[in-house]
């Protein structure tokens, strides 16, 4: 019996059907252990692992990452776009109104889409998008004192 291992990043790129590059690699790992990132704070972490990386390349690795399922794009009203490597499970976020903090929250009940819609309107839903909103327990505690 042979024992079941995680596919690479290069192995995981090639099965998306991408060409596999340093930089998508790093872009990859950067999402991937990154909390949430916008496009700035992933190209720093890129620049740190392959060196120079212009933003627009960050952009379209990013959008050709997120087009294959490798990576999630989230836009909270009101934020620039925030990236995730957590993928393909439907989950949901919390967002703090004070400072903008993004974590994640399983589903709330129920199978994928987690919610049925009072009136799909005849669409097929395969998934929904919920944010909740209020405040980080570091910033409701800073507000109470």
């Given at each position: 019996?042979?024992?079941?291992?995680?596919?690479?990043?290069?192995?995981?790129?090639?099965?998306?059907?991408?060409?596999?590059?340093?930089?998508?690699?790093?872009?990859?790992?950067?999402?991937?252990?990154?909390?949430?990132?916008?496009?700035?704070?992933?190209?720093?972490?890129?620049?740190?692992?392959?060196?120079?990386?212009?933003?627009?390349?960050?952009?379209?690795?990013?959008?050709?990452?997120?087009?294959?399922?490798?990576?999630?794009?989230l836009e909270p009203p009101g934020s620039p776009a925030l990236y995730e490597g957590r993928v393909g499970?439907?989950?949901?976020?919390?967002?703090?109104?004070?400072?903008?903090?993004?974590?994640?929250?399983?589903?709330?009940?129920?199978?994928?889409?987690?919610?049925?819609?009072?009136?799909?309107?005849?669409?097929?839903?395969?998934?929904a998008e919920v944010i909740y909103w209020g405040l980080c327990p570091a910033c409701s505690t800073a507000?109470?004192?």
């Amino acid at each position: 019996m042979t024992a079941s291992r995680n596919p690479t990043v290069a192995e995981e790129l090639r099965g998306a059907g991408l060409r596999v590059t340093a930089a998508r690699v790093a872009l990859l790992q950067a999402v991937r252990d990154g909390d949430h990132l916008g496009a700035e704070a992933i190209a720093s972490e890129v620049r740190g692992r392959v060196g120079h990386i212009s933003v627009q390349a960050v952009y379209e690795g990013l959008h050709a990452l997120t087009a294959a399922g490798l990576i999630r794009r989230l836009e909270p009203p009101g934020s620039p776009a925030l990236y995730e490597g957590r993928v393909g499970d439907n989950h949901h976020h919390l967002v703090c109104r004070s400072c903008g903090t993004v974590a994640d929250v399983d589903c709330a009940v129920g199978h994928a889409p987690c919610l049925t819609a009072s009136d799909d309107r005849g669409f097929a839903v395969d998934e929904a998008e919920v944010i909740y909103w209020g405040l980080c327990p570091a910033c409701s505690t800073a507000r109470s004192t």
